[in-house]
């Protein structure tokens, strides 16, 4: 009976050392996989925000751009289906940041002036306003991220009407 119960608790033992060796080894796996994971999604935020970048310098998007800066609003009439992409591309931040792709800080680094122009512009405003405003949902989503948008630019009438709009959303 004894050599029985020290068989047994040798083989226990031994099992409860091997376990231990088990999940120390898997703790070391996971905690090696979560780090390569961070750096992949660095990496993965970086490449996305650099594509983002040349989005928003491509030359008919840049014309759009200084035209919205420069109210230069007969450009901008003329050319509606570029201005429809650019605003586009404010669309697709927000997915990117409601997804986690991007951060709102890295977006507020690289891109928030161009809200504040946007908000500067009474034809943006009015296209953002206009019957087809429901398609703009998530530029409106990416607006209310910032409510100090909102702190300096609520003056004119399309400014106003554009925030009330986005409010009752």
Not at 10 to 27: D, F, L
Not at 131 to 140: D, V
Request: charged share 30%; glycine share 2%; with cysteine.
């Amino acid at each position: 009976m004894y050599n029985e119960l020290k068989n047994i608790c040798e083989t226990a033992c031994h099992s409860n050392v091997w376990a231990m060796i088990t999940a120390i080894a898997t703790c070391a796996t996971a905690a090696v996989a979560w780090i390569q994971l961070r750096r992949i999604n660095a990496t993965d935020s970086s490449r996305f925000l650099l594509e983002l970048r040349d989005s928003f310098s491509e030359k008919r998007r840049w014309k759009i751009y200084c035209a919205i800066r420069n109210h230069d609003n007969e450009f901008l009439k003329s050319n509606d289906a570029s201005v429809d992409d650019y605003l586009g591309l404010f669309e697709i931040c927000e997915v990117m940041i409601d997804k986690g792709t991007i951060t709102v800080n890295d977006f507020k680094n690289f891109y928030f002036y161009r809200l504040e122009y946007i908000l500067d512009n009474s034809f943006i405003l009015e296209k953002l306003l206009n019957e087809k405003a429901a398609y703009w949902r998530n530029i409106s989503k990416l607006f209310k991220r910032f409510p100090e948008l909102k702190e300096e630019y609520y003056k004119t009438p399309e400014q106003i009407l554009f925030w009330e709009k986005i409010e009752d959303e």
